[in-house]
């Protein structure tokens, strides 16, 4: 994706360009539902926040700084969107488990209910494990190759944060990992 066509689409769709619209869509539709997925972890919910992904993109247009790098400030967005996306799965279950123990409902349709929620396609290995800020902080670092700083600005945290962050998830993916090199009698040591 280069980043001179993403801004000058960008501009296009401010001015009611539909086909600029469509252009950025093909463009950055790959990108957007592989660093969804990474973040949520399964398709639907993945698919569910790429529609919102496109639809916050379109009524957050006019509030772009053509100024600034596109794709950043588009992978915030992303992130915003699956943080959303996890508050209100997190809102259904309390809601669930509150109708739960009420008795509001019977206890077959909750639990099917909570089933559905917590049901995962495929999980990342090693990623998954971690907490969303956590996530978020890598898949960022590793998958997009943002530096720390742009990070930063992306997330909308101290640059301290974000290395804290990052030393964190780091610690744990090493921890995980040699914990299961050890279950596969595996050395982790690099020559």
């Known amino acids: 994706m280069e980043e001179r066509l993403l801004r000058a689409w960008a501009v296009r769709?401010?001015?009611?360009?539909?086909?600029a619209f469509q252009s950025l869509f093909e463009a950055t539709r790959a990108h957007t539902y592989s660093m969804i997925y990474y973040l949520v972890g399964s398709e639907k919910e993945a698919e569910d926040v790429m529609s919102e992904v496109y639809i916050a993109l379109f009524r957050s247009l006019p509030l772009y700084d053509i100024g600034r790098p596109f794709l950043p400030w588009f992978n915030g967005l992303i992130i915003r969107q699956v943080r959303?996306?996890?508050?209100?799965?997190?809102?259904?279950?309390?809601?669930l488990e509150k109708a739960k123990a009420v008795g509001?409902?019977?206890?077959?349709?909750?639990?099917?209910?909570?089933?559905?929620?917590?049901?995962k396609d495929e999980v990342l290995p090693y990623v998954k494990g971690l907490s969303h800020k956590l996530q978020e902080v890598i898949v960022l670092r590793y998958y997009q190759d943002y530096s720390l700083e742009t990070i930063a600005e992306?997330?909308?945290?101290?640059?301290?944060t974000v290395k804290s962050r990052h030393h964190a998830a780091l610690k744990k993916l090493r921890l995980r990992m040699g914990e299961l090199a050890d279950e596969r009698g595996v050395s982790m040591y690099v020559h």
């Open 13 to 19: 769709m401010c001015e009611g360009d539909e086909a």
């Open 84 to 95: 959303n996306q996890k508050r209100k799965v997190w809102r259904n279950f309390r809601l």
């Open 104 to 119: 509001h409902r019977e206890q077959g349709a909750v639990d099917a209910e909570l089933e559905a929620i917590n049901q």
């Open 154 to 160: 992306v997330l909308d945290l101290p640059l301290g």
